[in-house]
């Protein structure tokens, strides 16, 4: 080779290795875009499958339930999230840790009631079990402890079904998510019948009886409504004057539109009873409040049921007994078998403070449960108060359990609450700032709470 040759060949062999070795200079070299060639395809990664739900317990999205009583309890992805008992509205849990004994096929799943703050656990084991009302066999046998309610036994099942949200791994990371922020929806009420018979009072005072959607006036003024089940006779209370303590208990009939005067004196608070064949009412002789009782037919033949003095009649619980109250006690007198006596405290707790005007109502559906109308101990900041400075509300009570659940709008001043005749609603009376009224229908479960109508003192015949 000519030396002139080798030299050019050193001197491009120097400058391709130092624009190689020297990043700075390599990466500030201008380059052709005419000779410069592409780098060759390369095959794209795949997308890094998502992460598979890691739950904190096993098996999960279950129904736990049992038949006698009936129950259920619905475990999602972060444990026990309703019960639901047969009769009572359904109450919502807050999960809580789970936890299992080694590695043995039984869990502990521990939750809080959402509504009372009462610890709850369900015990889960893997071993076969039976129903009473069913021949399937299932794979796990639930035991569910309540603080309050007491303890319920049955079985579990992979109830996936229930959680449509979860069928797939991404839904279930969402719901999880969604979970953190919002508690279960309740199950949706759908077999709440519209009344078909109401009776209420205007703003003017009037009493208006409405029955298949035609009104009319029972009467210019009065108190103490009661409705018969099919909407065509309606009791009240007519004072002799006002300010009088006599006067008469009236029955007013729908269909011809005639009243009449079915007792009188010191009396009032009438209640027709569940078969509407007796008419219960307080007759006051001598400063002693009684409840006495006739058949619908024959006001004459009226008679006491109990020597129980008593201050208020709040209704019957059963064609056979009524519920009467003081200022300490629940009275269930009946004709039939010993009162039952319950003190008002053990009812009210401390949130709410005991009064004469206050009304409590049995479920027609279920007598266990008490609808309680009262003024509240402590009335919320900026909750409206009448002119005695009282804000109202009210709540549910279970007499067996002691359960009780505070049902009437925070933001509402709530009085004179009543059932429907199938017990899955609750009419109650909103006081405006002007002492008006207006009546609010709610379900059982606290859900839907809408305006019903203007007036106030409604009850429910049909």
């Not at 410069?36 to 992460?51: D, H, I, L, Q, R």
């Not at 893997?126 to 046998?141: I, L, W």
């Not at 007198?333 to 109502?361: C, H, M, N, W």
């Not at 109308?373 to 108060?385: D, K, M, W």
Request: contains cysteine; aromatic residues 8%; negative net charge.
């Amino acid at each position: 080779m000519h030396p002139a040759q080798r030299i050019s060949m050193y001197l491009t062999l120097s400058l391709v290795t130092l624009a190689l070795t020297t990043p700075s200079l390599a990466q500030n070299t201008p380059s052709n875009p005419a000779q410069e060639k592409k780098p060759a395809a390369s095959t794209p990664s795949p997308a890094p499958a998502p992460n598979a739900p890691q739950s904190t317990h096993y098996p999960i999205l279950l129904l736990a339930f049992g038949s006698e009583p009936s129950w259920s309890v619905r475990i999602g992805p972060k444990g026990p999230e309703l019960l639901q008992r047969q009769g009572y509205p359904p109450a919502l849990l807050d999960p809580l840790e789970i936890t299992r004994e080694g590695t043995s096929d039984a869990w502990d799943y521990h939750a809080k009631d959402t509504a009372t703050g009462a610890e709850a656990t369900l015990r889960l084991t893997r071993e076969p079990c039976s129903d009473a009302n069913s021949p399937t066999k299932y794979t796990f046998r639930a035991v569910f402890e309540h603080a309050q309610i007491g303890t319920l036994n049955g079985c579990a099942r992979i109830a996936a079904e229930l959680f449509p949200r979860l069928s797939n791994q991404t839904a279930q990371a969402d719901a999880d998510d969604a979970t953190e922020k919002k508690p279960p929806l309740l199950p949706p009420i759908t077999n709440a019948k519209a009344p078909v018979a109401i009776a209420y009072v205007t703003a003017t005072g009037k009493i208006v009886v409405s029955r298949a959607g035609v009104r009319k006036i029972a009467a210019a003024s009065g108190a103490q409504l009661a409705l018969s089940h099919d909407g065509k006779r309606l009791l009240y209370t007519r004072p002799d004057a006002k300010g009088s303590t006599t006067g008469a208990i009236v029955l007013y009939e729908f269909d011809s539109g005639r009243s009449q005067d079915l007792v009188h004196g010191s009396v009032g608070e009438a209640f027709w009873s569940p078969d509407d064949s007796r008419i219960a009412y307080v007759n006051t002789v001598e400063q002693k409040s009684e409840i006495w009782a006739f058949a619908a037919d024959h006001p004459e033949n009226a008679a006491a049921i109990s020597p129980q003095n008593i201050a208020t009649l709040q209704g019957w619980s059963d064609t056979h007994t009524v519920l009467a109250t003081d200022a300490v006690n629940g009275y269930w007198l009946s004709d039939e078998k010993p009162a039952q006596v319950v003190a008002l405290k053990e009812i009210y707790g401390t949130a709410f403070q005991v009064a004469p005007s206050d009304t409590l109502r049995n479920n027609p559906a279920n007598p266990d449960i008490l609808l309680v109308s009262a003024a509240l101990a402590s009335p919320p900041t900026g909750a409206l108060v009448d002119a005695s400075g009282f804000a109202y509300g009210f709540f549910l009570y279970e007499l067996r359990s002691k359960r009780r659940v505070v049902m009437s709008p925070p933001d509402q001043s709530a009085e004179h609450a009543e059932w429907s005749r199938d017990g899955l609603q609750i009419f109650y009376a909103k006081r405006a700032a002007a002492g008006t009224f207006t009546t609010f229908r709610l379900l059982w479960d606290g859900t839907a709470v809408r305006r019903y109508l203007d007036g106030s003192e409604l009850v429910v015949g049909q």
